[in-house]
């Protein structure tokens, strides 16, 4: 194999793979506004750590990340979430992302809400040939004179 041809070859993995990762991503977003709390199961990794929003200052394990997503279901009737400006660097089996989220949709009592963007930073490995998430944080800006987080910005 030439030097020109190990280059394009490693350039197209790296392309897949970048292509696979938006996939899982695509289906995150997909299994919330289902509600489905099994779709999203097969995208974590068992020992997943998330560092979201809501206390504790982290979630370990799946059923962690899953009760999560159990309590934001309780909340609402529909779900919307949206992924904005998702970038991944990809080496070998591991990949880290970052992006804009949004969930908004129709609470329980029937008031919709157009949710508040937040930063999200993906840390994915790939396990037996699927990437999944190992790590994710959420976040907002923080006033520092205040101390409270800055919800109304978007990107």
Do not use: C
């Not at 991944?88 to 992006?99: L, Q, S």
């Not at 930073?121 to 976040?139: C, E, F, K, N, P």
């Amino acid at each position: 194999m030439t030097p020109s041809n190990d280059l394009q070859s490693h350039a197209d993995r790296i392309q897949a793979d970048e292509a696979e990762l938006r996939r899982q991503i695509d289906k995150a977003v997909e299994g919330l506004r289902a509600k489905d709390l099994e779709a999203l199961k097969r995208l974590y990794t068992s020992d997943v750590v998330s560092f979201d929003v809501e206390p504790p200052l982290q979630h370990v394990g799946i059923a962690a990340k899953l009760e999560n997503w159990v309590r934001v279901f309780s909340i609402f009737e529909t779900v919307t979430y949206e992924v904005r400006d998702l970038t991944f660097t990809v080496g070998g089996d591991v990949a880290f992302g970052h992006a804009f989220a949004r969930l908004s949709g129709t609470l329980k009592n029937g008031a919709a809400t157009s949710g508040m963007w937040v930063r999200v930073t993906y840390g994915m490995r790939r396990i037996d040939g699927t990437w999944l998430i190992a790590h994710d944080q959420v976040s907002v800006p923080l006033d520092i004179a205040s101390g409270k987080g800055v919800v109304d910005l978007e990107p």
